[in-house]
């Protein structure tokens, strides 16, 4: 009876390993992949004329996140990139939206005049997919 149970703690000891390795290795690979993926958004997002060019592209920022459950050594591992302080720009420039006079209408009486979208987003979460697909599969 006491031999089962000393290999059963082995066992249990040789898990609980196991499972800790193999979540900080998914934990590292998702902090490379995330920053990779801000920095690409930094690349393809579009930038402005002026003085305030490039503002909207540098504010990408990664926030790097995770819970453990109790009595559970794996938990949630999650990284989120977002932009920090234009934000509300995100959405506009990912679709486009109508433009406005100075007035509150569309440019033109009885025309709704639309700014280009500048789909940047959906493509850097592509990218940020696919390479981390491909770095577990590698590191795993």
Same mark, same amino acid.
């Given at each position: 009876?006491?031999?089962?149970?000393?290999?059963?703690?082995?066992?249990?000891? =040789?898990?609980?390993?196991?499972?800790?390795?193999?979540?900080?290795? =998914?934990? !590292?690979?998702?902090?490379?992949?995330?920053?990779?993926?801000?920095?690409?958004?930094?690349? =393809? /997002?579009?930038?402005?004329? +002026?003085?305030? /060019? +490039?503002?909207?592209?540098? !504010?990408?920022?990664? &926030? &790097?996140?995770?819970?453990?459950?109790?009595?559970?050594?794996? +938990?949630?591992?999650?990284?989120?990139?977002?932009?920090?302080?234009?934000?509300?720009?995100?959405?506009?420039?990912?679709?486009?939206?109508?433009?406005?006079?100075?007035? +509150?209408?569309?440019?033109?009486?009885?025309?709704?005049?639309?700014?280009?979208?500048?789909?940047?987003?959906?493509?850097?979460?592509?990218?940020?997919?696919?390479?981390?697909?491909?770095?577990?599969?590698?590191?795993?």
């Amino acid at each position: 009876m006491r031999m089962s149970k000393s290999v059963q703690e082995q066992l249990d000891t =040789i898990l609980t390993d196991y499972l800790n390795k193999e979540t900080a290795t =998914i934990a !590292s690979v998702f902090n490379v992949v995330g920053a990779e993926t801000r920095e690409k958004l930094k690349e =393809i /997002s579009p930038r402005g004329k +002026g003085s305030r /060019s +490039g503002e909207y592209a540098q !504010s990408w920022t990664l &926030k &790097k996140t995770g819970k453990r459950a109790k009595g559970n050594t794996f +938990g949630r591992i999650r990284c989120t990139v977002y932009n920090k302080d234009h934000y509300r720009l995100t959405h506009l420039l990912e679709h486009g939206h109508i433009v406005r006079n100075q007035y +509150g209408a569309p440019k033109r009486e009885g025309a709704q005049h639309r700014a280009q979208a500048k789909p940047h987003i959906k493509q850097a979460e592509t990218y940020g997919n696919q390479r981390l697909l491909e770095e577990l599969e590698r590191n795993l």
